[in-house]
């Protein structure tokens, strides 16, 4: 029997067909970013105040700015961040019987009645220190005693991401990648725009759930495809260029932003690319592992002849006996053989964990950047450029070094900065802002790193029902982030990053107990990581019948199409 790595090594285990493939499919990372994370300017939340008529009326007829007539009319009250105005009450006076003139706005007598006056909630609306632009937050007057709301909107996108990473991941198994990736995309399609023109909050989250229902499951699928047609050795630096490719779209999205003052046409602009993925039919070939899972044996060689005529290589192997060698019966597997021994209920807590944390870490830190109150944007591209590095840094210390202290480090490097920075004083803002920057790109690390030890620590029977369970608490932590953020801000602003410190190193030290995968041949069997060894006497066993075999056996692999 020809296995189908025997195969892919033949016709090029990443030749120029596999780069092609893989360079395109990075950019679906780029819109990805955007929807992750896009709350930050469609949901920002900018200076407010009560709104009062009289006051309105006055301004304009005076030309007063906003911040003139909120010096003049608004009482100053202690919250957790010091005295400021107040954002939920406002005066219960008529202005028109005051002292209040366009030539003196802040006289004594006015500021002296101030403190004596009842007060009143913002029964009139509110205004908005964020003229010319318009998030879902000014529109929906999602503030003060409606300002949870704003939680929901990033917590359905994640309910979202929950539902369908794993129904469109069922999808994928039993259609094929490229199918459910076309079709997640026309939906996402539909969703997005629906999202862009909801005509209330309601529909707004109803919408937003369909939207992260395909985005990540689409995501996902990608990630799945592009690994599976490149060689063993080529899939990791795969996967972290893929996950890379998102951390560029973290540079893109303060500009979008920028230069798109409207949450509504933003949200479009977040769309268009999915729509744009849909011409990948043309281009990219269905994975010749899943159809060979399938017992659909001649499409799949079709799609090998093809990816080695692109990669000017020739196949010289009995392809009728091409099989799979990874496509173990899983019929019995289920979700209790990931608890079914010390070992595997150990990996599935503490990987559990780590997915949930990176995401609670990463997502809060994120968030956070729209709510400091300084320049969003600037803040966001400069924390967005320092998640670049990570890539290089996993890809430079994973196989110098090994799995585990690099991704425990990458924790303990996100907790100490989070704890720091908390008790940074604001007066030193360059320190404080560069300790979190340190801490966005260990968090960034620990949670690229995740993925791939995910799947070197289970054996192949249970590996994608194991990555699946584990990255179901990432969903799980998306959700809990934006309450775990804007509740706790209210009470102290720092009060958050306390949190994810502590989350960070409890993580980090759980990753010390979790073995090391550098050099050790991915596992087969839940026998196999009982007894790790004899999978390495295997390895063993397997490299010396290779060098026992004649040379002309393995040189066909070199040879080249003219």
Not at 335 to 355: E, G, P, V
């Amino acid at each position: 029997m020809t296995a189908f790595e025997d195969i892919l090594e033949e016709v090029g285990a990443f030749g120029r067909s596999q780069m092609r493939i893989v360079s395109i499919f990075c950019l679906v990372s780029v819109p990805f970013s955007f929807v992750y994370v896009g709350i930050v300017f469609q949901g920002f939340t900018p200076e407010h105040w009560c709104r009062d008529p009289v006051v309105s009326g006055i301004r304009k007829t005076c030309g007063w700015s906003l911040q003139d007539a909120r010096r003049a009319t608004v009482p100053l009250m202690n919250s957790s961040s010091g005295v400021t105005y107040s954002q939920c009450q406002r005066l219960d006076m008529d202005w028109n019987t005051t002292g209040l003139t366009c030539d003196n706005p802040e006289s004594e007598l006015i500021q002296a009645q101030i403190s004596t006056l009842p007060m009143t909630g913002c029964k009139d609306g509110w205004e908005y220190d964020y003229e010319g632009r318009q998030s879902f937050v000014t529109e929906f007057d999602l503030v003060c005693a409606d300002a949870w709301y704003v939680d929901m909107f990033q917590a359905t996108l994640s309910v979202g991401f929950l539902v369908g990473s794993i129904t469109i991941g069922y999808l994928a198994d039993k259609y094929g990648r490229i199918k459910s990736f076309l079709m997640t995309n026309f939906f996402i399609g539909v969703a997005g725009i629906l999202v862009a023109t909801s005509p209330n909050y309601i529909a707004l989250l109803v919408f937003r759930v369909l939207f992260g229902f395909g985005v990540k499951g689409g995501w996902m699928v990608g990630y799945v495809l592009t690994t599976e047609l490149v060689g063993v050795e080529y899939r990791r630096t795969v996967g972290v260029t893929y996950q890379m490719f998102f951390s560029l779209g973290i540079l893109i999205l303060p500009l979008l932003a920028y230069f798109i003052p409207n949450w509504r046409w933003l949200q479009v602009v977040f769309t268009i690319p999915y729509i744009c993925f849909l011409s990948y039919y043309w281009f990219i070939p269905e994975s010749p592992r899943w159809l060979l899972s399938q017992n659909k044996r001649n499409e799949a060689l079709e799609i090998m002849k093809a990816i080695a005529k692109e990669n000017k290589k020739t196949l010289s192997k009995n392809f009728e006996t091409l099989t799979d060698e990874n496509t173990d019966s899983v019929s019995t597997v289920s979700f209790m053989d990931l608890f079914k021994t010390a070992k595997l209920r150990k990996f599935t807590f503490i990987l559990s964990f780590n997915w949930f944390t990176s995401a609670v870490v990463y997502q809060g830190l994120i968030m956070r950047l729209g709510i400091l109150g300084g320049n969003v944007y600037v803040d966001f591209l400069i924390s967005g450029i320092v998640e670049l590095p990570a890539a290089f840094l996993i890809l430079l210390t994973i196989e110098r070094i090994g799995r585990r202290l690099p991704f425990a480090a990458a924790n303990f490097v996100a907790g100490a900065a989070c704890l720091i920075t908390a008790f940074i004083p604001d007066s030193m803002f360059w320190l404080k802002s560069a300790v979190a920057c340190v801490g966005r790109l260990g968090i960034t690390m620990a949670f690229e790193m995740v993925v791939f030890v995910n799947a070197e620590l289970y054996p192949t029977v249970i590996r994608n029902l194991g990555v699946s369970v584990c990255s179901t608490l990432c969903d799980i932590g998306g959700i809990i982030a934006p309450f775990l953020l804007y509740r706790l801000a209210v009470i102290w602003l720092e009060l958050p990053l306390i949190i994810f410190g502590a989350l960070a190193f409890v993580a980090g030290g759980l990753v010390l107990l979790l073995p090391e995968t550098k050099g050790v041949p991915l596992p087969e069997t839940i026998d196999d990581i009982e007894c790790p060894n004899r999978n390495k006497e295997n390895q063993l066993k397997s490299q010396q019948l290779e060098n026992l075999l004649p040379s002309d056996v393995t040189s066909n692999k070199e040879v080249t199409a003219v």
